[in-house]
């Protein structure tokens, strides 16, 4: 395994922070976005059938009908016809309801009402009312991703969110017990076996089987995110997911196996995944290099995580150590030895930060609370983590009475005036002189 240890302000170092700082610009390729753009061109057009052939396609799914595309959820108590994975593993299904527990607990707290104010004749009130429906990519590629139906779900539903469909790519439905399992905990009523950029469009644009949403959430592959972009104007979307990230800010007294397995736990993700060690000891970088040449041995998912796994920067340090993950602003930060609490205040670029030894970023992938639907690709400047927040949407109330409205006439004219705007003008004038 090739795992470069590089100084900061060497000219490779410099490249690789510049390369990182600018990595979402290379989130979508042409190519991707075109190939995309051609299967929700069809499915929007073509409805039924285009959807059909698509997932025949590339899905691999070879539904004889529309009605196979759709999955049938049984209740909780029953699983059903058996499929593949059905008897899951001791622990699996209490680990699933401490997982969904957690999730409604930290999420309950962003629910709110929203609120009136009246003053002076004029009231003011904000509502909130959940998004009618909703459409989650549940992703299926390398792994079936049941997790991400719960950090989804959840806050969808906590939200007041009535009508959830999930879509997931057929075979990650088949072939996961987990999956289906968790659909029944969570009272997921609808599923669609499809995935892929035609399952965006059909959620997005709907078919004669398939009704439209009004948001798409979850991460998927290039396609998916693709599409996500492509749709984005007529549909309300969470973000484009890019592959999983975490920068780990580790100073010299980090245990190196410990920092070695965080590393490679997201960089089995995906080869594509960013998965960088930043310190200010290069003791400690070739410690952790040691580390993870002996973990990848048998580790099923090796030849993914040794293509994710390229570097490590040693900083000057552990002020520049933030600086640099400052930079970067990854999906998940990693705060690990001894000056992980001074640094954790000053942090104020990542989606999610994780402190101390005892805290990996596996935690918040299953049962830490906060969803796992995270920016990536620079976006955690400026994004948040998916929440209550993203399944509500909001409108005010706006009530003058008549002598509110003559207060306020005079001062709106003016303004308008200002911008150019007669009519604007008059309006508010002829709130001057009724009082009542």
Known sequence: MAFKILKSKSRQGRKLLDQLSRRGESMLS???LASAGRIVDDVRRGGDRALMKAVRKYDGFKARSIDELQLAVSPQDDLGEALPGDQ???????ALVRAIAAVERYHEHQAHPGGKIADSGVELEERRTPVGRVGIYVPGGRAAYSSTAVMTVVPARIAGVKDIVVVTP???WQQSGVLRRVCQLLG????WGMGGAQAVAALAYGTESVRRVDKIVGPGNA?????KHLVSADVAIDGLAGPSEVVIVASGDAEPALVASDLLAQAEHDPRALALLVTDQRKLAKQVASELTRQLKG???AQVAKAALET???VSDMDEALAVAEAIAPEHLQLIGSTAEALVERVSTAAAIFVGPSTPVVFGDYIAGPSHVLPTGGTARFASALGV???VRRSHVVRFNPSAAHRAAAAAAVLADAEGLPAHAASARRRLNKRT
């Open 312 to 314: 490590a920067l040693v």
């Open 223 to 227: 396609w998916v995110t693709a599409a």
């Open 88 to 94: 899951l593993a001791p622990g699996v299904e209490q």
């Open 30 to 32: 042409g190519e991707v």
């Open 389 to 391: 927040e993203d399944f």
């Open 299 to 301: 580790l099923a998912t």
């Open 188 to 191: 997921v009523k609808e599923v």
């Open 170 to 172: 057929p075979r990650a």
